[in-house]
Structure formats: C-alpha cells, structure tokens
C-alpha cells in the first residue's frame, strides 16, 4: 500500500488563458478504487493524462506504482488479439491473460480472431484483461462502458468490484455505485477525495449545497442589518464629531469639561462604527466561500408535437438483415403516444437496425437493410432523430444548425444549459470532446418539434450531471420516444416500456 501525492498542481493548455487546474493538493491510496466524476470538458482525461507524465505541469505528482491508462492505443486491429496483446505488453505472461478473461466469461479462443471481429465488449474485456494482469501498476480506466450492453456493464462491474488500485472515469451511476470506494470529483473550485460511492457522494453533496445556500440566505440578511447598523454608527459619530468642533464654553460649564466628554463618545462611536465595518467585511468573505463548488443545472425544455394517431409505430413479423445476414426476425413493436420505449439486449442484437428500418421507412435515412413484414407509421409523421455516432460532426456551431435547418440561437441556449462555455462556441467541432460532441447531437434533436423522438445511445460521454437534467426533461415534458440506452438508472427513471431482444 502506497500514496499518490498531488502537491500544487497548475496545469494549463498552450494558448489558453484558463488554468485546467490550479494549485490542487490532494492524496489518495494506491489501494482504493476511484470513481471519477466532473462535468464533460472539465478535465478528467487531461489529468489521467497528467499522471501518465504526458504533459508539462507546475506543481508535484509522486507515486511508487506505474500508471497504465485504458483503452490502449491498437495501431493495426485486423492482426490476431494475441499478436496485439504482445505488442502492447511484450512481457505479457499467457496465462494471467488467461485468468483474467476467464474472470470476464471470455472464451480463450478471442485471442486467434483478428481484434477487429472482436464485439466492443470483447475489446474492452480484452483490454481489461491486459491492464489487471500486470502487478504494481495503478490503472486509469478512460469510459469503459460506451457502447457496452447492458449484462456487458454489470458483469464489469462485478469484475472491477473484485479489484483494486484503479481509477475509473464512468457516467453510469448504477456502474459507479458497484464498483468504487472512494471518489475524486473536479468541483467548480477544487478537486476532492471522498470515501464512499456515487450515491453517498451525491447524498453529501446535496446536504451541504442545503447548508451552503441556508448560511447563504442568513448572511445576505446579516449583511443588510450590519450595513444598516454602520450607517447609523456613521452619521452619529459624525454628527458627535461636529458638535465637539463647534463647541465653546461659558463660564457656566468650565467644570464640566465636556470637550472631553464629547471626545471620548466620539471616539467609542468611530469604533464601533469600524467594528460592525469589519464585521460586515468578515461576513461578506464568509458569504463569497459560500457556493463555490454548487452545481446549478438549469432547466431544459421540449415541445413535442401531438400527433392525431394513437399508435405511431406498428411492426409485425418483421426481418431485418444486410445481404444474406438476417440480424432480427419475427420482430413486433408497437408505439403509442405518450410512450417511452427502450430497446434491451446484447450488442449485435439488432437494436440499431430497427431504428434505421424505422427511418427509412419514415423517408428520413437511406440505408442497405432488406426487410419483410409489416412497419407502420401514420402520415406527416415528424420524427427527430440522436445517431449514437459523432463521427460526421465538423465545422462551426452555425455551419452544423444551418446544414440542419436549427435556429442557431435556440441550439446555444440549449448548449448553455448543457454546461457549454462560450468559448466553446468559437471552437471547430472537430476539437470537441466525446461529451460536448454528443450533447451537440442531443440539443440539436431537442430544437426540432417532433411527434417522436428517436435516440440510439444518447448518454455515451455524457456527463452525470447531464443525464439528470435530460431525465428531468422526458419526465417533465413526456415525449413519445424510443430510444436504446444501458444506463440502469436512467432506464429505470424514464422508461414506460422496455422491449427485450
């Protein structure tokens, strides 16, 4: 058992006026499992990155242990898993390898398939595999579970359950819950370490944002009574100050010597004047660190559209497949109005073919699929659409909503309340990060009013903090929609139907 030591660590990128990190300090053990939790674009993989020494950097990182980041970089994917699997660890010993994909209820016989075969659960698994066979090492685990099916994440969970000595970037709370004893969140002032799982984080962090936001409301009154109570400490010194100027005995009053007693109540009133000053300034500090770290999420909204039929999907004895591969057959599904319908199971398994069957015969998508059966759907039927794939986004922010028909200022509205910066509204798509990309994608399908909502793998790369606020917005608003999704929480909120393939 070892520590990893942050000590005053400032970190920014060339040309950047804003520091990533400044002048965090933190410890953590080499023992413990982390979850890591922070807003997308907030710096997660740019510190594990950190760690692995690949940027310059003020301040210290010292650690005993070797750090190892997933996934591993795979130059060439058509060559045998086992032949990668050397290339990324020439020293790998075989039946470790063995062990560790037996653990992930992973047949040996992976290794002597070209890696591009491999499903994306296998490759993950495979990775895995690799990282947990070496000794010594503290791994930095980057979103294992985008795209991974549901019985794929929990079946990880049980297996980084069983582990130690990582760090795990994840938006799945379910996923997180399972599997971490400690987490390491970068809050909008400063990076912390809790014991603890994502729900007895999130619990503390809602108890002390009531705290924060109680104190906060007592001092703005305090302030104003203090502010008060000085401006009439003020004007009666003030005014003392002027009388003890314009004073002049007679020989009535020589005895009394009251320029000296109007001197001393003057002076006790310019203290006391400076002391409810000096309070009112302490009070003011206490106030500014009140709130720093508070997590405001704004409201989204959706108008979805009414359509005058009940049931707007209706598929019977279908069968869809490409060229001679038949990937779904003797499929039925019907949606209507006011339905959340999830598509489950494994990958492969033919969830993103019935959405595009959907599409296309909505006139929205060309595709290659050959189908029988019977799909049905009313006309001047409005669908909008979420692709699972960000690999088309390019461009500016107004070249994406003008090429999409959006109001471009609706679509930043939205962005804004999604955590988007303004900056980013002058950056190129290109240098997105996997989050922003795809609340892109979900803002741009919120700005079109349709009848249903369709949305194949939404939450990949999205941040926790998101999820929620989108979760918030189908049980507020309730649109039609039929989605695949395998987060476990979010499935649990907001679905009306879940249809098991």
């Known amino acids: 058992m070892s520590q990893i030591s942050v000590n005053h660590l400032t970190f920014y990128y060339e040309g950047s006026y804003d520091n990533i990190f400044e002048d965090v300090s ?17 710096g997660k993989t740019t510190f594990l990155k950190l760690l692995m020494g690949q940027y310059e950097y003020k301040g210290s990182i ?35 390898i063995c062990r ?85 969140v970068i809050n909008r002032a400063d990076i912390e370490v809790q014991q603890g799982n994502f729900s007895s984080w999130k619990e503390n962090r809602e108890r002390q944002d009531a705290f924060e936001l109680s104190e906060n409301e007592k001092l703005k009154k305090d302030i104003k009574r203090l502010t008060e109570s000085a401006r009439e400490a003020r004007q009666w010194a003030d005014k003392v100050e002027s009388n003890k100027i314009g004073f002049r005995q007679t020989k009535y009053e020589k005895s009394l010597d009251l320029r000296c007693y109007l001197g001393e109540k003057s002076r006790r009133m310019q203290m006391r004047r400076k002391n409810l000053e000096r309070r009112q300034q302490r009070e003011i500090e206490e106030k500014s660190a009140l709130l720093k770290n508070l997590e405001t999420v704004e409201d989204l909204k959706i108008i979805p559209l009414t359509h005058y039929k009940e049931k707007l999907i209706v598929m019977e004895d279908c069968a869809i497949g490409y060229g001679e591969k038949t990937v779904i057959q003797n499929f039925n599904m019907e949606v209507k109005r006011g339905e959340r319908v999830f598509l489950q199971g494994p990958n492969g398994c033919g969830k993103s073919s019935i959405i595009k069957a959907i599409l296309e015969q909505a006139g929205a998508e060309k595709t290659k699929l ?12 409005i669908i909008s659409y979420c692709s699972q794939d960000t690999s088309m986004l390019k461009g500016t922010i107004k070249e994406y909503a003008a090429e999409n028909n959006i109001d471009v200022t609706l679509l930043m509205a939205l962005l804004r309340k999604l955590d988007f910066s303004r900056v980013q509204f002058e950056k190129r ?45 189908i049980l507020k608003f309730k649109p039609t929609m039929i989605m695949v999704e395998h987060d476990r929480a979010f499935v649990e909120n907001t679905a009306t139907k879940i249809i098991s393939i």
Not at 26 to 42: M, P, S, V
Not at 158 to 173: E, P, Q, T, W
């Open 370 to 381: 050959l189908k029988t059966g019977r799909i049905e759907l009313p006309s001047q039927l």
């Open 62 to 96: 010292s650690a005993s242990v070797v750090f190892d980041y997933f996934p591993f970089e795979v130059k060439n994917k058509a060559r045998n898993t086992v032949d990668i699997i050397e290339e990324i660890d020439p020293d790998y010993e075989f039946w470790k």
């Open 26 to 42: 933190f410890q953590i053990d080499t023992n413990w499992k982390l979850g890591f939790i922070a807003r997308n674009g907030k």
């Open 429 to 473: 798509i290109e240098d997105y990060s996997g989050g922003q990309k795809k609340k892109l994608l979900l803002a741009g399908s919120l700005c079109r009013q349709a009848h249903l909502y369709i949305w194949d793998e939404p939450l990949n790369f999205i941040d926790v903090f998101s999820r929620m606020q989108i979760e918030e917005l």
């Open 100 to 184: 560790e994909l037996n653990c992930l209820k992973v047949d040996v016989d992976v290794l002597y398939r070209p890696f591009d075969t491999l499903s994306n659960g296998e490759q993950t698994k495979v990775m895995l595999a690799i990282l947990f066979s070496r000794e010594n090492h503290f791994l930095l685990i980057d979103e294992p579970t985008n795209h991974l099916d549901m019985e794929t994440r929990q079946l990880m969970k049980d297996y980084l359950n069983a582990k130690k000595g990582f760090i795990l970037v994840s938006h799945d709370r379910s996923f997180m819950d399972g599997c971490v004893d400690h987490v390491l």
